[in-house]
């Protein structure tokens, strides 16, 4: 059976410093993974998505996130934060082969001036 | 506490047939309401949202429709289903408090369209 946790559901970071926004995962297979933003009002946006690429998975607004199958982790990072990244994140998993999907309970992240 | 609720849960239906989803939210009101698919292999597609009843925006020109006949009740149509319709649809809710909007996804329906 498939899992997906996110490990923090606030973060606070202060404008111009790193993002780290943590995930876990568990999956019977091959997972696809995703990183999802929803800003107030508006529908989800995909970030970025792992599908057995590359490991290392850029995405938009100068974030990527690292696939480390030893770890069963999946953790979203950017190196500077933006005031216009506050918003709710979630981690998604899907198992190849399957189109159900699992979303994470989300991380609020927060910026700080 | 608020719950939301999607069915069928799994659905398998033939080429040219029509479909509807049902997906109903509990312990709120006047939420806004979302309808998202996700093909296999494919991130997540927004397809409808509504702000109120009868207040439906599409994000995408697509075989399928939705409606809200009431506060907590969204439904995705189609008339004839085609084969690209198949994949897994999420409904979400959403409650704006202040400057925060939090989003909350139903079990979802996985259809499968032969």
């Known amino acids: 059976a498939q899992s997906v946790t996110q490990l923090d559901s606030h973060v606070s970071v202060s404008e111009g410093t790193p993002v780290l926004l943590r995930c876990n995962y568990s999956s019977s297979y091959s997972p696809s993974l995703f990183w999802y933003v929803q800003h107030p009002n508006k529908g989800l946006q995909l970030l970025l998505k792992?599908?057995?690429?590359?490991?290392l998975v850029k995405g938009i607004n100068g974030f990527e996130a690292e696939f480390k199958k030893s770890e069963t982790s999946f953790h979203l990072t950017k190196p500077s934060a933006h005031m216009s990244d506050a918003a709710e994140y979630f981690c998604?998993?899907?198992?190849?082969?399957?189109?159900?999907?699992?979303f994470g309970k989300g991380t609020r992240l927060h910026i700080l001036p | 506490s608020q719950t939301i609720h999607q069915w069928p849960a799994t659905l398998v239906q033939p080429v040219g047939s029509p479909l509807s989803l049902e997906c109903t939210v509990e312990g709120t009101s006047n939420p806004n309401l979302y309808w998202y698919r996700q093909a296999a292999g494919r991130g997540l597609q927004l397809l409808f949202y509504s702000v109120g009843i009868g207040q439906i925006s599409s994000e995408v020109p697509q075989n399928l429709s939705a409606s809200r006949p009431q506060d907590r009740q969204f439904i995705l149509s189609s008339k004839k289903l085609l084969l690209s319709d198949s994949g897994f649809y999420l409904c979400a809710w959403s409650v704006r408090t202040g400057q925060q909007e939090t989003q909350y996804f139903g079990p979802g329906t996985r259809l499968l369209v032969l």
């Open positions: 998604v998993v899907s198992d190849g082969g399957d189109d159900k999907i699992i």
């Open positions: 792992y599908t057995s690429a590359a490991t």
